[in-house]
């Protein structure tokens, strides 16, 4: 039998995906899951959004254009604009999602064996991303107890050599919720420049900042144009996560003309999604302020209902809709499969993704688990309580000195 390439065994599962097959079980079994894993937003898509989908009439489902519609590429650089981010819109090139943004980043910049510095815990997909492209991944650790602050510039200095390529940020952060302040982001750009490096800066949850301060993106660092590379997507935004469309920004010429001949080589963006995508920028200030609203009070009823276990400590995310939360558990990964294979309170459990896929230091982040608050405050409040009910149960749970 043919052997499995090196690339596709040193791939990792996605900490999020892996145990849906447990959680379906689950179900099979008449237990009602709640789902905490998955950044899916259940608030509804933009109503002019989905009229747009609705309305579709064309005869032909055509190819768009390998950079995605001139139209929408235009259309965003006014929405950009709001948030003081001036483009043209030929530095915007349309993706099947912010995912294809990271991997085509990853391609067009970093040749095998180049080095990535990711502060973690991060998403776990930067890591595959960078398999994909031959590339390694130097982890800067952040820590649960300061919040997963931005370590000191001597910690991102020790990491760096002749094969540091880039420094890849997500802001806020996914999984932590972390919201880099003003003078984290002017620290990132002096070792960006000192070093010539790019910042590849994953954006995608820029909406969801809790902080009354300005969000401040890389697009607004002087000096650096040259190196930064954003990343967005319309999956959170809009509660757009299946139309997969997302953007890879730059004002660097030669990263773009690079970044096209992958996207040449894929043919085109979803023409659906983009046609969704557009029509989505004219959802009215009400939308967003909705939203906003109703992701605070879910934080609100998840730190405060997290904080409240025995045992359990979170800090309080400034940014996204998702946190980091230390249980009182042997393994956190043992955990989230005993709920769902050997636990149910009055019928129902929790479905919670292990912290230990977001990093990539061995042994991290072992009694950590990522939650999302996507769910209405009455089902996250119940959650919270099944939660509760479990790690009393839970045979690896760690007694309190």
Not at 346 to 353: C, L, P, Q, R
Request: proline residues 6%; aromatic residues 10%.
């Amino acid at each position: 039998m043919p052997e499995i390439s090196v690339r596709g065994l040193q791939m990792s599962e996605s900490p999020i995906r892996k145990l849906t097959p447990l959680a379906e079980d689950a179900k099979k079994r008449g237990v009602k899951v709640y789902h905490l894993n998955i950044g899916q937003p259940d608030l509804p898509t933009p109503q002019c959004g989905r009229d747009a989908l609705k309305n579709i009439n064309g005869t032909v489902m055509e190819y768009s254009p390998s950079q995605g519609y001139a139209s929408y590429r235009g259309k965003l650089c006014g929405f950009y604009k709001k948030s003081d981010i001036s483009l043209d819109a030929d530095d915007i090139i349309i993706t099947a999602g912010g995912s294809e943004a990271v991997l085509f980043a990853f391609m067009a910049c970093l040749n095998p064996g180049d080095e990535v510095i990711l502060p973690e815990p991060a998403y776990a997909n930067y890591m595959t991303f960078a398999i994909s492209a031959g590339a390694t991944v130097r982890p800067i650790p952040t820590s649960i107890e300061e919040g997963f602050a931005l370590p000191k510039v001597e910690k991102f200095e020790e990491l760096i050599n002749e094969r540091t390529k880039a420094i890849m940020i997500c802001n806020p952060n996914n999984p932590t919720g972390y919201l880099y302040t003003h003078k984290e982001m002017e620290q990132i750009r002096d070792i960006v420049k000192k070093y010539d490096l790019y910042l590849i800066s994953d954006e995608v949850y820029r909406e969801y900042n809790y902080t009354g301060l300005p969000y401040i993106s890389a697009m607004h660092l002087e000096g650096i144009e040259q190196n930064t590379i954003m990343i967005d997507s319309v999956s959170k935004r809009y509660s757009e996560c299946g139309i997969r469309i997302g953007a890879l920004i730059t004002k660097n010429e030669e990263v773009r003309k690079t970044v096209m001949k992958f996207c040449q080589a894929r043919l085109s963006p979803p023409l659906i999604g983009q046609i969704v995508a557009e029509a989505s920028l004219d959802a009215p200030e009400e939308y967003y302020r909705e939203v906003y609203d109703e992701y605070v009070e879910r934080r609100k009823c998840l730190i405060d209902g997290l904080n409240n276990i025995p045992g359990v400590y979170s800090p309080v995310p400034m940014g996204a809709f998702y946190t980091v939360a230390k249980l009182p558990v042997d393994n956190a990964d043992k955990f989230c499969r005993w709920c769902l294979t050997d636990f149910q309170y009055e019928g129902e459990t929790v479905m919670i993704a292990p912290a230990s896929g977001f990093y990539i230091t061995p042994g991290a982040g072992i009694d950590q688990v990522r939650i999302a608050y996507v769910l209405k405050r009455e089902e996250l409040q119940r959650a919270l309580t099944v939660l509760q009910k479990a790690l009393e149960q839970y045979p690896g749970r760690k007694i309190s000195e």
